[in-house]
């Protein structure tokens, strides 16, 4: 069973930095892409930061410039530095992997780490 297990959030101050940190079961060798995403109340889940196989990244227009996403291929984790935080960043922040298989892919998330920006 995979597993995903993240932490790293909390309760910081407008213009703070946290890091996130998401663990995997798995080899990131199996790993199709991986990517955070964030959920705010009332609001639909969107990618914040996300790298393909290739290992290109890419970043929602919000967060470009403040977080950066990377990998740690020895450690199986994944992690999102968040710099120059604003209110608007609170939320849920989730990381997901797509394993492929053959020529299937499947998706799995982890339980979330809330993160919450002061102003």
């Known amino acids: 069973q995979v597993q995903l297990v993240e932490s790293g959030g909390g309760l910081v101050q407008a213009g703070g930095s946290l890091s996130l940190s998401c663990a995997a079961s798995v080899s990131m060798s199996s790993i199709d892409a991986l990517g955070w995403y964030r959920q705010a109340p009332g609001k639909q889940r969107e990618l914040v930061a996300g790298i393909i196989s290739s290992g290109s990244t890419n970043y929602a227009d919000s967060v470009k410039g403040r977080f950066t996403i990377s990998r740690d291929n020895a450690k199986n984790t994944i992690y999102l530095q968040m710099n120059s935080l604003k209110p608007e960043d609170t939320a849920v922040y989730y990381c997901?992997?797509?394993?492929?298989?053959?020529?299937?892919?499947?998706?799995?998330w982890g339980q979330g780490t809330q993160v919450t920006v002061s102003s």
């Open positions: 997901k992997i797509r394993l492929r298989s053959g020529l299937t892919l499947n998706d799995f």
